[in-house]
């Protein structure tokens, strides 16, 4: 299994962090081990002092395909979810400089939430789904899928066209504006379209 995550797809976060505003999708890997086992609580690793939370919606992949086409898409997936990418934003911001990987900000051990999957037909549109990220009860980020640079069928067949898609296989879909800094003892909860996904402690 493995996770494919967009960066840079909602234009409030490209200004946030003042990044210019991408021609193609920024796309990165997870690997499997950076999946945070459910139920457990979220550590924030030695090699930073800086973690952001960004929450995304995720598709989950159900068959195998390769060069798909937009229009096909939707047959690749049937569950729709909700997630954290974390990001040692530190790390990654030298690593930027560097112009290195950012696998090590991105891919380190429990930078992967995701949470509970539901089913695509419960929603009359995923192009226009409603989204948030709750911290210790606050409000942090607000977002709609249909703000996406590229919609959830264009990250699919863009993807794709270099990575073999395999059953299980997630894709984050990037973070709307208003990541921030987690600190020891937060709570963080993600919603879609008002249900409850994910509830995470961070220690
Ligand atoms: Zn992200």
Same mark, same amino acid.
């Given at each position: 299994m493995k996770i494919i995550c967009i960066g840079r797809n909602y234009t409030a976060h490209i200004d946030e962090l003042k990044n210019v505003r991408p021609e193609e999708p920024v796309v990165f890997i997870k690997p499997d081990s950076s999946v945070l086992p459910k139920q457990q609580d979220f550590y924030i690793p030695e090699f930073s002092d800086n973690v952001h939370y960004e929450v995304e919606v995720l598709v989950k992949i159900k068959k195998v395909g390769k060069h798909i086409s937009k229009e096909f898409?939707? #047959?690749?997936?049937d569950e729709i979810g909700l997630g954290i990418d974390f990001t040692a934003r530190d790390l990654q911001s030298k690593l930027k400089e560097k112009g290195l990987p950012w696998e090590k900000a991105k891919g380190f051990d429990g930078a992967a939430v995701i949470g509970e999957w539901l089913p *695509? #037909?419960? =929603? *009359?549109?995923?192009?226009?789904l409603n989204f948030k990220l709750l911290k210790n009860d606050e409000i942090v980020q607000e977002g709609n899928?249909? =703000?996406?640079?590229?919609k959830i069928d264009e990250i699919i067949a863009y993807v794709s066209t270099f990575f073999m898609l395999k059953k299980g296989d997630i894709i984050f879909t990037g973070t709307p504006a208003g990541v921030g800094k987690i600190s020891p003892n937060d709570y963080l909860t993600g919603s879609l379209e008002d249900k409850e996904l994910f509830t995470i402690k961070i220690k």
């Open positions: 898409a939707p #047959t690749y997936y *695509k #037909t419960d =929603f *009359k549109d995923i192009n226009n899928t249909s =703000f996406m640079l590229w």
